[in-house]
């Protein structure tokens, strides 16, 4: 009975791919001392079968389908200001789990003064992923990345135009240079894996996003049908632009320009890699021309 129990266990540990790492070979001495204690099969039995049952931990990290999905939710949302939001350079941190800190946040208002008041309608234009924080911009940001009006756009007849008239602030020139701010979501560890209403959730203190309809369902309203199932699908098709496809995907993880065989200059989004799925999305100008898997 000994020697069937023991080439029955070290074919399950061969065999198993499965087994915690702390089950390796030179483990079996012990395991074998125990069954010359009490050699029963079925003890054994239970014993690898409990083994079989540990799952391995879930990943408590920001995934990478997580980080896609608050991009193509919070981005470019529309909130109302709750409380004074300081146009600070640096930004103003937020650190989840914790009281707003007051005292900074009125130093921040008088070295910078505020880029939104209570009340103001505020728009999300640009979300970075860092190790242990989430910077959001809030109407171009403390840096000014870009025009405000340029952040959501759709083509109509050829021309480019602004989905809201009024995703961006306007100063008394007439011009868009009303400051911007930045939010900083600081969790002091890696970012933990996260949904897009968490983060609407945790920038509560300042931004109230249920009392603006959605910038991205305004917008979405407007695409034609197989546009908009596909964006629901989360996948690229072709006829699709830049902006419908960052909202179907995300931004990509490499870009490649080349020419084709015609002289074309194409361009390349490329999601994944390989060994595992990965997707090429090949644009000629605004437009895609081919989407091709590779499983």
Same mark, same amino acid.
């Given at each position: 009975?000994?020697?069937?129990?023991?080439?029955?266990?070290?074919?399950?540990?061969?065999?198993?791919?499965?087994?915690?790492?702390?089950?390796?070979?030179?483990?079996?001495?012990?395991?074998?001392?125990? +069954?010359? $204690?009490? %050699?029963?099969?079925?003890? *054994? =039995?239970?014993?690898?079968?409990?083994?079989? =049952?540990?799952?391995? %931990?879930? &990943?408590?990290?920001?995934?990478?389908?997580?980080? *896609? #999905?608050?991009?193509?939710?919070?981005?470019?949302?529309?909130?109302?200001?709750?409380?004074?939001?300081?146009?600070?350079?640096?930004?103003?941190?937020?650190?989840?789990?914790?009281?707003?800190?007051?005292? +900074?946040?009125?130093?921040?208002?008088?070295?910078?003064?505020? #880029?939104?008041?209570?009340?103001?309608? $505020? !728009?999300?234009?640009?979300?970075?992923? /860092?190790?242990?924080?989430?910077?959001?911009?809030?109407?171009?940001?403390?840096?000014?990345?870009? /025009?405000?009006?340029?952040?959501? !756009?759709?083509?109509?007849?050829?021309?480019?135009?602004?989905? &809201? =008239?009024? &995703?961006?602030?306007? @100063?008394?020139?007439?011009?868009?240079?009303?400051?911007?701010?930045?939010?900083?979501?600081?969790?002091?560890?890696?970012?933990?894996?996260?949904?897009?209403? @968490?983060?609407?959730?945790?920038?509560?203190?300042?931004? @109230?996003?249920?009392? +603006? /309809? =959605? #910038?991205?369902? !305004?917008?979405?309203?407007?695409?034609?049908?197989?546009?908009?199932?596909?964006?629901?699908?989360?996948?690229?098709?072709?006829?699709?632009?830049?902006?419908? $496809?960052?909202?179907?995907?995300?931004? %990509?993880?490499?870009?490649?320009? !080349?020419?084709?065989?015609?002289?074309?200059?194409?361009? @390349?989004?490329?999601?994944?890699?390989?060994?595992?799925?990965?997707?090429?999305?090949?644009?000629?100008?605004?437009?895609?021309? /081919?989407?091709?898997?590779?499983?």
């Amino acid at each position: 009975m000994f020697r069937l129990s023991t080439i029955i266990l070290a074919s399950f540990v061969f065999a198993s791919p499965n087994i915690p790492e702390v089950f390796h070979l030179r483990d079996i001495p012990d395991l074998i001392g125990a +069954a010359n $204690v009490a %050699p029963d099969l079925t003890a *054994l =039995s239970n014993l690898m079968l409990g083994c079989m =049952s540990q799952a391995p %931990p879930k &990943s408590t990290h920001l995934g990478q389908d997580s980080e *896609l #999905a608050i991009v193509r939710y919070v981005d470019g949302e529309f909130a109302k200001a709750v409380r004074p939001i300081p146009a600070w350079k640096k930004g103003f941190k937020i650190e989840p789990g914790k009281p707003v800190d007051e005292n +900074a946040l009125r130093s921040a208002l008088s070295n910078s003064g505020a #880029a939104a008041n209570p009340g103001d309608t $505020v !728009q999300v234009t640009n979300l970075a992923f /860092r190790e242990k924080e989430i910077v959001v911009d809030i109407n171009g940001g403390s840096h000014k990345h870009h /025009r405000l009006r340029d952040h959501l !756009q759709i083509g109509i007849g050829g021309m480019p135009v602004p989905t &809201s =008239s009024t &995703s961006a602030p306007i @100063d008394s020139t007439g011009s868009d240079r009303a400051p911007g701010a930045t939010l900083i979501l600081d969790f002091g560890k890696p970012i933990p894996d996260i949904s897009p209403d @968490d983060v609407k959730q945790l920038l509560s203190a300042f931004l @109230d996003f249920t009392k +603006a /309809r =959605s #910038a991205a369902v !305004q917008w979405i309203d407007t695409l034609p049908p197989e546009i908009k199932e596909a964006i629901k699908d989360r996948r690229a098709v072709v006829g699709m632009d830049h902006e419908m $496809v960052i909202a179907a995907m995300g931004r %990509p993880d490499h870009k490649v320009r !080349q020419k084709n065989e015609q002289g074309q200059e194409t361009e @390349d989004w490329i999601y994944g890699q390989p060994p595992a799925r990965t997707i090429f999305v090949t644009f000629i100008g605004e437009k895609v021309v /081919r989407v091709k898997v590779f499983e």
